[in-house]
């Protein structure tokens, strides 16, 4: 079974600050989709790296596909209280199958 | 697009009743969709494939006589947690994809209490 490691698992920040999450692997996924959840909720897809190196951006938000397709990392620019929420990043296995490998979470809370 | 509509949202249920959580796509056709469970504070644990018109695929340690899986139709896909207890409690959630591995569409999760 493929695993994601997480980093960090809590953070807490000011408005306005910088913060990156990693997430990293010894396996090769055929894709790394990045959620964020709110209480209560289903998690919401914010973005899928598919490519190698590859790089999305949304805005505040930079999403990164290392080259090896092992890991990948989310780096958001002057956070706002409004990114408050789990940040989950999640690979597809491939090789066929469609399910997904979840890494643990960071609960990020950005105070005014 | 790509809507999945979860129900109930929240369920309170005697200890030893079955509970029935549906999960559907809307606007889409989903022939394999996901349950998952995820406690407090913590990640998602996958409990099983659904797969349509098949039996569904139960991760290891999920017991599958406990949580019923059916996926009769290309939209619907429902578990049941049969003879609950309160260790049953928890956050389930469903998912399903327009395109294989692309990006999953969750539902917005049932919170099961048993009590």
């Known amino acids: 079974t493929q695993l994601l490691e997480q980093s960090p698992q809590f953070l807490s920040i000011q408005e306005g600050e910088n913060l990156t999450v990693y997430c990293n692997s010894s396996s090769v996924f055929s894709s790394l989709q990045w959620y964020r959840q709110e209480p209560g909720e289903g998690p919401v897809l914010l973005v899928t790296?598919?490519?190698?190196?590859e790089v999305k951006k949304l805005k505040r938000l930079t999403f990164q596909f290392g080259d090896a397709r092992k890991d990948s990392s989310l780096h958001i620019t002057a956070a706002q209280p409004g990114d408050t929420g789990l940040y989950l990043c999640a690979g597809a296995e491939g090789r066929g199958s469609e399910k997904l490998v979840f890494g643990k979470g960071t609960k990020l809370t950005v105070n005014p | 697009g790509a809507v999945v509509s979860q129900h109930p949202s929240r369920v309170i249920c005697k200890s030893g009743t079955s509970v029935k959580i549906e999960c559907r796509s809307l606007d889409f056709q989903a022939t394999t969709m996901f349950w998952y469970r995820q406690f407090p504070k913590q990640s998602l644990m996958l409990m099983a494939t659904?797969?349509?018109?098949?039996?569904?695929?139960?991760e290891q340690g999920v017991e599958k006589d406990k949580f019923l899986i059916n996926h009769a139709s290309l939209t619907l896909s429902t578990l049941t947690v049969t003879s609950a207890h309160p260790e049953d409690s928890s956050f389930y959630i469903c998912?399903?994809?327009?395109?294989?591995?692309?990006?999953?569409?969750f539902g917005s999760g049932t919170r099961l209490t048993v009590v």
């Open positions: 659904s797969n349509e018109g098949s039996k569904a695929t139960y």
């Open positions: 790296v598919v490519t190698g190196g």
């Open positions: 998912s399903a994809t327009r395109v294989r591995g692309y990006g999953y569409t």
